[in-house]
T-cell receptor, first 114, second 113 residues
Framework: GENVEQHPSTLSVQEGDSAVIKCTYS??????FPWYKQELGKRPQLIIDIRSNVGEKKDQRIAVTLNKTAKHFSLHITETQPEDSAVYFCAASVRGSTLGRLYFGRGTQLTVWP | KAGVTQTPRYLIKTRGQQVTLSCSPISGHRSVSWYQQTPGQGLQFLFE???????NKGNFPGRFSGRQFSNSRSEMNVSTLELGDSALYLCASSLEDSSYEQYFGPGTRLTVT
């Protein structure tokens, strides 16, 4: 099955700085890459996703980039704020495939210092 | 639409007992996946139910089982509880199968003493 690796496991940034979280995947057939944010004591929430026919997607201060050749994708958060502090999970799947499912990375604890 | 709900939210059990957790997906969603979350271990996939059938299964022992009802509500059962089963159990629902966007419930915090 798919193997998703996520780095770094912890990330500390100053408020206003940018943060980048990187993930690699092993299955070249994967075509759907969502990112989830889990604040302390809360459920994981889908914050942005990208499909393999797109190289980049932005939503206000967050963006995701995908490099299919290298099989990696990244989450970029600009102008970080303390409320961005959370655990972020990347995931990958072959969307719509028989027995396909989301495979998650192990998470990145992002801390934004005021 | 109402989000994914899970009951109970907190549970304390003793080793050797069994437990049943419940998950109600978003209305219209057909797939329910279950995950175990422990500190530092991320989201460990347990299994997925789709249209009342187990569609996918992770690497957990047979003590972990589940089912899905015709209204898409799902239950998971853990028999012969061990201390290591203490975790947050999350379910997630998808409109189609679990290769699509998943929406998580708040989780059930299980403590085994």
């Amino acid at each position: 099955g798919e193997n998703v690796e996520q780095h770094p496991s912890t990330l500390s940034v100053q408020e206003g700085d940018s943060a980048v979280i990187k993930c690699t995947y092993s299955d070249s057939a994967s075509n759907y890459f969502p990112w989830y944010k889990q604040e302390l004591g809360k459920r994981p929430q889908l914050i942005i996703d990208i499909r393999s026919n797109v190289g980049e997607k932005k939503d206000q201060r967050i963006a995701v980039t995908l490099n299919k050749t290298a099989k990696h994708f990244s989450l970029h958060i600009t102008e970080t704020q303390p409320e961005d502090s959370a655990v972020y999970f990347c995931a990958a799947s072959v969307r719509g495939s028989t027995l396909g499912r989301l495979y998650f990375g192990r998470g990145t604890q992002l801390t934004v210092w005021p | 639409k109402a989000g994914v709900t899970q009951t109970p939210r907190y549970l304390i059990k003793t080793r050797g007992q069994q437990v049943t957790l419940s998950c109600s997906p978003i209305s219209g969603h057909r797939s329910v996946s279950w995950y175990q979350q422990t500190p530092g271990q991320g989201l460990q996939f347990l299994f997925e139910y789709f249209s009342e059938t187990q569609r996918n299964k992770g690497n957990f022992p047979g003590r972990f089982s589940g089912r899905q009802f015709s209204n898409s509500r799902s239950e998971m059962n853990v028999s012969t509880l061990e201390l290591g089963d203490s975790a947050l159990y999350l379910c997630a629902s998808s409109l189609e199968d679990s290769s699509y966007e998943q929406y998580f419930g708040p989780g059930t915090r299980l403590t085994v003493t």
